[in-house]
């Protein structure tokens, strides 16, 4: 069981999950920072379906915990909350979001409505994704987690920001990098449709919406490999996290791991960015989408 605790003067919660030390990590540094060495075999991948605890939903053909599947849901075994799931994106070990076909990319969004319409009820309701070493992933094939809080842990999280700096605009979506970015690089991507929750897309905002994903995260991609980058960027492979907002004026955040926060940041709660929102948003709109 997870263990909520509140410091009194602020207001904010941790929690304490001890089961969380025992997760698996596939990169290299775990070793030799004392961790476990990696899994020879991915339990995400087709044919290891036995190595997950029993599945809890699926889109594709086949029977629960057997192959041909395109999605699989099941329960976290090193969870931080007492509902907590893992979206496996594909059967594909090496095959980011980047990389998948768009007709997949929207399914996994499909998959994100269906799962935060079946725990809305149980609490607020997160789901995000790890991608990379150094944003907190511990095993490499793709996937994305739900997460459900009690209604009463207050969450010191943003809400919508208003829109500046203007990457990608479609008939209902906008993808903007803004002001108050906190990262290089950080986008935004919000529904021009006001007083929603997630659960509330059409299968019409869905089709908008996994292309500006996708683009979003391969501009982020190409900002990330340009040659002048490379010095002031982190040495560790392209990775970033995005989540999507568990309340109303739901919108997903993505934040490009390109540098990592320290003493400053972390003594005083301000976040310091290196690269102006504005010309954040030229740059990545200059990004040929391929």
């Known amino acids: 069981m997870a263990k909520f605790v509140p410091d009194i003067k602020t207001q904010r919660w941790i929690i304490v999950t001890s089961q969380r030390q025992a997760r698996p990590l596939d990169f290299s540094s775990a070793v030799s920072q004392g961790s476990a060495p990696p899994p020879k075999v991915c339990p995400f991948c087709e044919g290891n379906e036995h190595m997950t605890p029993p599945e809890i939903f699926r889109r594709g053909s086949g029977d629960a915990d057997e192959k041909e599947w395109k999605i699989r849901v099941v329960p976290n075994k090193f969870p931080i909350t007492d509902i907590h ?9 090496d095959k980011d979001i980047i990389e998948l076909d768009i007709d997949r990319v929207k399914l996994i969004l499909k998959v994100y409505k269906q799962r935060y319409e079946a725990n809305f009820d149980n609490g607020h309701v997160m789901i995000f994704c790890n991608h990379g070493e150094s944003a907190g992933a511990s095993l490499t094939h793709p996937h994305s987690q739900l997460v459900v809080i009690p209604k009463q842990i207050n969450l010191d999280s943003l809400a919508r920001e208003p829109v500046n700096n203007v990457i990608e605009e ?13 990262w290089p690089y950080e986008v935004w991507i919000a529904p021009k449709k006001n007083d929603t929750d997630y659960c509330d ?8 919406l996994g292309p500006m994903l996708q683009n979003s995260l391969k501009r982020l991609s190409g900002i990330y490999n340009k040659e002048e980058n490379k010095k002031m960027f982190s040495q560790f492979p392209f990775a970033y996290n995005y989540y999507i907002h568990h309340s109303k004026n739901w919108f997903i955040r ?3 791991r390109f540098v990592h926060r320290a ?15 504005t ?3 030229v740059e990545l709109k200059s990004i040929e989408i391929v």
Do not use: R
């Open 85 to 93: 799931e893992v979206i496996i994106h594909s059967p594909f070990h």
């Open 170 to 182: 479609s008939a209902m979506f906008v993808s903007y990098c803004p002001d108050f970015s906190q």
């Open 201 to 208: 897309i059409t299968d019409e905002e869905i089709i908008e």
């Open 254 to 256: 993505i934040i490009p």
């Open 263 to 277: 003493g400053f940041e972390l003594g005083t709660g301000l976040n310091v960015n290196v690269v102006d929102p």
């Open 279 to 281: 010309n954040a948003s």
